[in-house]
């Protein structure tokens, strides 16, 4: 088993800038993509930006030039940096992972609990 922790959300105002972190722990053997999804209320879950193992990565176009996504595949860990908040980035964020376990070897996917960002007009 595996678990995500996110950590960084918060109350912002527009302009402002967010950092978030997602830590990937347990029985872990490799882990491939890692990424953000946020869910605004009433809305569908979307992709916010994805990182490869070797460290491509890939952005929805609302986010393209504000959001920054990281890796630190020493600790099993993301990050995003979030600049120039806007109203409409508001949404409770999940941390992803496509991961192997050592028991097995098989790909899973898992997902964090989520973090509230609010960024207020």
């Known amino acids: 088993q595996a678990q995500l922790v996110e950590s960084g959300g918060g109350l912002v105002q527009a302009g402002g800038s967010l950092r978030l972190s997602c830590a990937a722990s347990g029985s872990i053997f490799s882990i491939n993509d890692m990424g953000w999804w946020r869910q605004g209320t009433g809305k569908l879950r979307d992709l916010v930006a994805v990182?490869?193992?070797?460290?491509?990565?890939n952005y929805a176009d609302s986010v393209k030039g504000r959001f920054t996504i990281s890796r630190d595949n020493a600790k099993n860990m993301i990050y995003l940096q979030m600049n120039n908040l806007k109203p409409e980035d508001t949404a409770v964020y999940y941390c992803y992972a496509e991961l192997a376990h050592y028991s097995d070897y098989r790909l899973y996917d898992y997902w964090g609990q989520g973090t509230q960002v609010t960024v207020s007009s």
């Open positions: 990182i490869s193992s070797d460290g491509s990565t």
